[in-house]
């Protein structure tokens, strides 16, 4: 390259990319002995429960309230969306729980604890819009009473939660889209970053039998 030549800004971004995360963080054929933990299964296992989420998302919005409602297929796929989703907030409270107790924004990996906080925020509202286009009477009760609520702070004209059409775009397009940036940027981080040791992983100043950071 001359001098006169300017190194181009993708050639920058793939040097910024093999600087933070090389193939070997990003696809590791070795962990630290300390993940086989318990503790280190449940972001694993929201991840899991996450991907359910969405497959059977996807099916239920191309086949709509008519087939859910009253199909057995439909029942069954409705269903798995709605128990899934209940055990994907029960893994990522354990792991978000333990990651706190576990101080997981040690060796800078603040933004990785931030993204994962607000990740939990993104997945919360996802599901408050996704009980509000149940198309059944809970949906309907929900709605009107959160309407009064979202009023009372002066939302209600801008977030009208008995607009069936605005909280199913928000539900099956926006607040996913938000999640799922999140998600992947969260698991990015902690590969580029490592996984948080334990705190009692090092002793004196050196390392526990079998860890590799």
């Given at each position: 390259?001359?001098?006169?030549?300017?190194?181009?800004?993708?050639?920058?971004?793939?040097?910024?990319?093999?600087?933070?995360?090389?193939?070997?963080?990003?696809?590791?054929?070795?962990?630290?002995?300390?993940?086989?933990?318990?503790?280190?299964?449940?972001?694993?296992?929201?991840?899991?429960?996450?991907?359910?989420?969405?497959?059977?998302?996807?099916?239920?919005?191309?086949?709509?309230?008519?087939?859910?409602?009253?199909?057995?297929?439909?029942?069954?796929?409705?269903?798995?969306?709605?128990?899934?989703?209940?055990?994907?907030?029960?893994?990522?409270?354990?792991?978000?729980?333990?990651?706190?107790?576990?101080?997981?924004?040690?060796?800078?990996?603040?933004?990785?604890?931030?993204?994962?906080?607000?990740?939990?925020?993104?997945?919360?509202?996802?599901?408050?819009?996704?009980?509000?286009?149940?198309?059944?009477?809970?949906?309907?009760?929900?709605?009107?009473?959160?309407?009064?609520?979202?009023?009372?702070?002066?939302?209600?004209a801008w977030f009208t939660v008995t607009n069936l059409g605005q909280m199913l775009l928000l539900h099956v397009a926006f607040l996913p889209l938000i999640l799922g940036v999140l998600t992947i940027l969260h698991v990015l981080l902690v590969r580029a970053k490592g996984v948080v040791p334990p705190i009692d992983a090092f002793d004196n100043g050196?390392?526990?039998?079998?860890?590799?950071?």
């Open positions: 390259m001359s001098s006169k030549e300017k190194e181009l800004w993708t050639a920058k971004l793939r040097g910024v990319w093999q600087r933070n995360l090389p193939v070997e963080k990003l696809l590791p054929d070795t962990q630290p002995a300390y993940v086989s933990s318990w503790i280190y299964t449940f972001g694993v296992l929201t991840l899991s429960s996450l991907f359910v989420i969405i497959a059977s998302g996807v099916v239920l919005a191309f086949e709509g309230p008519s087939w859910y409602h009253l199909s057995n297929v439909g029942h069954f796929v409705n269903s798995l969306h709605f128990w899934s989703v209940q055990l994907f907030f029960i893994f990522m409270v354990i792991h978000l729980w333990g990651k706190f107790w576990m101080a997981a924004w040690r060796g800078r990996r603040v933004a990785t604890w931030m993204t994962g906080g607000i990740a939990f925020v993104a997945s919360i509202a996802t599901a408050f819009t996704g009980y509000l286009v149940q198309t059944n009477f809970d949906s309907q009760w929900i709605s009107f009473e959160a309407k009064d609520g979202f009023n009372s702070v002066g939302v209600g050196k390392k526990s039998k079998g860890a590799r950071t």
